[in-house]
């Protein structure tokens, strides 16, 4: 039996104000990080940067979700993140915002949804042993702010939309 989808408007675009926060957000850590280590290619730096870059995938594949009340949740936070953007560059600088969103939409597979149902429950298994962290939530929304970007700054969602959708295809027998 298939349930019928929740209707959430979907926002769906991304201006150039939240491209500015979500780079704005990734370089806050990436810098942290990058002060903090002298020997940057060694496996405990890299240990310690791997986190940032997962949460900025999974914000990346947030954003990518057809609907439901996460995509709806990634939705309302890429609106968050626009607005916020916006401001700063329009009222704090005197810019433009123009929409910055790619011209072609990735869409995850049935699979590469359900293989963000399994990465939501360990980072919340992840969140739950180690306590809240706010570097987390700073990348994921960085992910999502990037994640329907056309530049280079939207290539987390193109490299790992794709790779995501054929292991969840894969594991769950889809292909």
Do not use: E
């Amino acid at each position: 039996m298939a349930l019928p989808p929740i209707d959430l408007p979907t926002y769906g675009f991304v201006s150039l104000g939240g491209v500015t926060t979500g780079l704005s957000l990734f370089a806050w850590d990436f810098t942290r990080w990058w002060t903090s280590h002298k020997k940057r290619l060694a496996p405990k730096a890299m240990t310690d940067l791997a986190p940032q870059i997962l949460c900025l995938s999974y914000g990346a594949l947030l954003v990518l979700c057809a609907g439901g009340l996460i995509g709806g949740a990634a939705d309302w936070s890429l609106w968050g993140t626009n607005q916020v953007g916006d401001i700063v560059l329009v009222y704090g600088f005197g810019g433009t915002t123009p929409t910055v969103t790619r011209s072609t939409q990735l869409a995850l597979t049935p699979g590469g949804h359900a293989a963000v149902i399994i990465i939501t429950v360990v980072i919340v298994a992840v969140c739950s042993k180690r306590g809240f962290r706010w570097d987390f939530v700073r990348q994921i929304l960085a992910g999502i702010s990037l994640g329907l970007a056309s530049s280079i700054a939207g290539i987390v969602g193109w490299a790992v939309a794709p790779s995501v959708s054929w292991a969840g295809d894969y594991v769950m027998g889809l292909l």
